[in-house]
Structure formats: structure tokens, C-alpha cells
């Protein structure tokens, strides 16, 4: 809730998101603070930032003589923020003929309202930070300046911080079902969710913060990294799918009798989605072969809490061993593990109210539809081969046939899940369609979460 909230907030102050980073925990915000330092880490497989890791260093901790700088922050008003929406969807579909009666529904609401809170903007230009610096050496003992592979420093020199505490309440209701009543089958499903969050910011918490990078010289110095950081290689989704899927498929290959209880675990992850966060870190340290720190979970609220020990229990991952210490991961461990970290990955690319829709689409069991839809879109929007083979052929359009195939509630469920990444369906056209002006999901993201999850249900 978190996460979403600053990432909402970060959407209005920098819309194009070329200079900001959102504060992606309350317990990062104490470490998001002027001249702290960083850890770049290794990029996330749906995002096409570079990822940082906030620290309790500060830059005057690495610096021979310790002495604190002497500059002053220049700080001003920089937005103003408030949030009111609700959203509610309700479809039903019966078909009664004879002995046979069957009937689909799918209702759901949300709510989320934020008091009005001044966003502060505190900064120091690397001009300045330069300037009172001089002559000042970098202390190549420290520990910090020890575990650094290169000689390049991250640091935070901007902050956008609120001003006064504010409060965001959130609440969240999906429900769907399917009955079908004969003479000699009986079966009814269902799935039920409801959830009422509340989180309060104090004063000062940081929202979001600007990275810059310095460079240890040669006489162990500070000097201005004039290389930007912010050209990457940019790949078609066409390309990382295939590499994506061969990961994922390894999740196929697991005992059947482990696939029900690893589903379940994933389906309240859906739920509490703010333990995907601190799963995805500590899964970050496992697959260093590090024994993660189980005392950030000390820090989180208990059902989110709960849904990641569960995990890291299926994982084999247990408390009881001093964080840090190596770990001897089975070469099947090891490709449970990735595959579980890009499904974790992919589902903190989306909105919570997404993920609840994931979850009906589990209980529906249209996961494998989805999949195939899924596929086909990405393949005719990115321009893949495969999609280009199918046109030339004088045969029918997968596409039309699979939206042709669904059912009502298939159809609203899975509409409403494509919603965020910009596509919308139409019933009368059988047929995908681009929703302009609106902000984009990464369709590869849904890829890979419905690739698992469908490896998960099989």
C-alpha cells in the first residue's frame, strides 16, 4: 500500500519518471534522506530503471575525518496532494435449459482516499556537495567503501518529503462464481475477498528521491560522475520472452503434490500484496546464496508477514541462521527459487487491484486463456514473428477465436485485468484494442505472472 501510494504520488510530480525514484517502503523512508547513500543492484527483469537499495550511511560516515558538511539544504513547497476514487464492476450470466442450470457472476469495488498533504522538496546541487568536500579524503577502510565493486558513489542529494502527516484509507472487495447444478454433477465455486487498509504518514516521510553519483579519484578524492545513468539497452518483449518462459517452465517440472501448496501461498500473496516487496528482497539475498535478514519482517504487518514466511518455509529457507551466512542451495532449489523471484517480480509491476483479479482468474480457471490471449497480444503489438506467420496465412485469427471462446465472467475478469496495460476488449468485434492516452502496464510483466501461475494450476 505503500509502494502504490508513493508510486501514485511520483506519477503526478514527475509524470515521464526520469528523474525521481518512489520510496518503495515506510522502513526506507528513515534511510531516504540527504546524502545517504546507495546500493545499485542488478535491474529488475520488468522495469527499466536502474534499482537502488537505500543504507544508513550517510556520505560524512565514509569521509577520513567524519566531520559532518557544512552547507544548507534548499527546501520549498513543491506540490500539493489529495486522492478520492472508487471503482466498481458487477456482471452475471445464466443459461436454463431443461435439467441444466448455469449460472457465472462477478461483482467488485474499491475505494481509496488521501487527506491533503504539501509535498517538501529538500536538495543540495553536487555543485555545492563539491565545493564543501574539497580537500576531504574518502576513507577506503570503511565498510561501506569496502563492499563497493566499483568506485562510483550513489548518493541522495534531493528529497521530496511530506510536510504534515497525512492518512490514506484504502478498501478492496472482488467476488466471483461459477455454478453449474445437473441431474448427476453438482459443483459451485467461489471466491470471496474483502480488505480494509489504513496507513498513516508522519511528517517528513520521504516520498521519493533523486540519485546522483560521485567518483572516488585517484588521491581518494570526490569527483562528479559525468556519465548519466540512464541509458539502458532497451530489448522487444519479443526477445526476453522466450528466455523468460524457459525460466518459468521449470515450475512445471515440480512434484505434484508441491504445486497446491505453493498456488495457495501465491493466491495470498494476491491478497496482502505488500509482502511482495520485502519477499523480493529477500529473495534477492537468497539467490546471492545469503542467508536473507529475517528481522525486516519484524517491521511488517502480520498477514503480510505471514504470507512470506509461508514461502520461504516452502522454499526451505528457515530462521535460526544469523543473516549473511552462505547457503548450499540444491541445483533444484536454486531453479525454484528464480522462478518464484521473476513471479514475484512481475506481480509488483501491477496494481493490488489487479492482483485481485489474478486471484479470481485462478478460481475461475481461466488462467490458460489468459495465457494464450495474453501471448497473442504481445506478439501483434510488439510486431513478433510469430503473429506476422499467422497473418499471412489465410487462417482463421486466433485472437477472434480465443475472445469468441470466453465466457461473461471470463470475459469481464479478464477485461478488466488487460485495462492496466492499455488494452481493452470488445464483444461485438471479438477483437484487442488499444487504450489511447493512458499510462501503460508492461504487458511482459502479465506474461510472466500468468505463465506461472499457469504452471502452478496444471
Keep these: 500500500m505503500f509502494q502504490s501510494t508513493t508510486k501514485k504520488i511520483l506519477s503526478e510530480i514527475d509524470p515521464n519518471g526520469f528523474t525521481l525514484f518512489p520510496v518503495q517502503s515506510p522502513y526506507h523512508s528513515q534511510n531516504c534522506k540527504p546524502l545517504h547513500l546507495l546500493i545499485k543492484k542488478k535491474k529488475k527483469i520488468f522495469s527499466k530503471r536502474e534499482n537502488y537499495v537505500p543504507t544508513p550511511f550517510r556520505l560524512t560516515d565514509i569521509l577520513v575525518d567524519g566531520q559532518d558538511l557544512d552547507f544548507g539544504l534548499s527546501s520549498s513547497i513543491v506540490a500539493r496532494y489529495s486522492e478520492a476514487s472508487s471503482t466498481s464492476v458487477s456482471a452475471q450470466a445464466g443459461v436454463d435449459s431443461g435439467h441444466v442450470d448455469v449460472g457465472a457472476h462477478i461483482s467488485g469495488s474499491s475505494s481509496e482516499d488521501m487527506s491533503c498533504v504539501e509535498m517538501r522538496k529538500k536538495t543540495i546541487s553536487e555543485r555545492t556537495l563539491l ?7 574518502v576513507n577506503r577502510e570503511h565498510r561501506f567503501v569496502k563492499q563497493m565493486k566499483t568506485d562510483t558513489i550513489y548518493v541522495i542529494l534531493e528529497v521530496i518529503e511530506t510536510e504534515q502527516a497525512c492518512s490514506v484509507n484504502n478498501s478492496a472487495q ?53 556519465v548519466t ?57 537468497i539467490l546471492d546464496d545469503l542467508q536473507p535478514d529475517f528481522q525486516v519482517l519484524d517491521q511488517t504487518e502480520d498477514d503480510n508477514r505471514a504470507c512470506v514466511e509461508k514461502m520461504l518455509d516452502l522454499l526451505g529457507i528457515k530462521k535460526g541462521v544469523p543473516p549473511g551466512q552462505p547457503l548450499a542451495l540444491t541445483a533444484e532449489s536454486e531453479w525454484i527459487i528464480r522462478a518464484i523471484n521473476t513471479l514475484t517480480q512481475s506481480l509488483s509491476e501491477m496494481d493490488p487491484g489487479t492482483l485481485l483479479l489474478l486471484a479470481s482468474s485462478v478460481k475461475a480457471e481461466i488462467i490458460s486463456k489468459q495465457l494464450k490471449l495474453v501471448t497473442i497480444i504481445d506478439d501483434k503489438w510488439s510486431g513478433g514473428p510469430r503473429y506476422q506467420h499467422d497473418l499471412q496465412e489465410d487462417e482463421e485469427d486466433p485472437e477472434k477465436v480465443l475472445i469468441t471462446q470466453l465466457t461473461d465472467e471470463e470475459f469481464e475478469i479478464t477485461q478488466h485485468v488487460l485495462e492496466e496495460f492499455g488494452f481493452q476488449l470488445d464483444r461485438k468485434s471479438a477483437s484487442v484494442l488499444r487504450i489511447e492516452n493512458r499510462k501503460k502496464g508492461n504487458v511482459l510483466a502479465l506474461f510472466a505472472a500468468l505463465y506461472a501461475l499457469n504452471a502452478l494450476c496444471n
Design 131 to 137: 565545493d564543501v568536500v574539497i580537500g576531504r579524503k
Design 174 to 226: 472482488a467476488e466471483t462464481g461459477i455454478k453449474c447444478l445437473m441431474k448427476l454433477l453438482k459443483m459451485e465455486a467461489d471466491l470471496s475477498v474483502s480488505r480494509e487498509r489504513k496507513l498513516t504518514f508522519p511528517a517528513g516521510t520521504s516520498i521519493a528521491y533523486k540519485v546522483s553519483e560521485l567518483e572516488i579519484g585517484q588521491s581518494d578524492t570526490l569527483e562528479i560522475n559525468l
Design 229 to 285: 545513468c540512464f541509458q539502458s539497452s532497451r530489448k522487444s518483449n519479443f526477445d526476453q520472452k522466450k528466455p523468460l518462459a524457459a525460466s518459468l517452465a521449470e515450475l512445471t517440472k515440480m512434484c505434484a503434490d508441491k504445486k497446491p501448496l505453493f498456488l495457495n501461498v501465491i493466491l495470498e500473496i494476491l491478497v496482502h500484496c505488500d509482502s511482495l516487496l520485502v519477499l523480493d528482497e529477500m529473495l534477492d539475498q
